[in-house]
């Protein structure tokens, strides 16, 4: 299991260095750790964003991207 004080730790220098890659390294990690998955990798993408890809355990794949924005986008302006 994830030590959530440690994740919380690694989480907060990210948001600090403004580093998505790492964040959607973390978020893949705590995923498999917990069993939801197993991780395929991560990469940086385009202006700062990042994105990470997991084979769920039914066979299915979870793409996400995740992007450090200075302000908060309108909903339906998220891809």
Do not use: W
């Not at 907060?12 to 197993?38: C, K, P, W």
């Not at 996400?64 to 986008?73: N, T, V």
Request: glycine share 8%; proline share 3%.
């Amino acid at each position: 299991m994830v030590d959530m004080k440690e994740t919380v730790g690694l989480v907060e220098t990210a948001l600090q260095s403004n580093d998505a890659t790492q964040l959607a390294a973390i978020m893949a990690i705590t995923l498999v750790q917990n069993g939801y998955g197993h991780f395929e990798g991560a990469q940086s993408i385009d202006d700062g964003a990042s994105s990470m890809l997991l084979t769920l355990p039914d066979g299915k794949f979870l793409s996400c991207k995740i992007e450090i924005l200075d302000e908060r986008p309108v909903m339906g302006e998220l891809q």
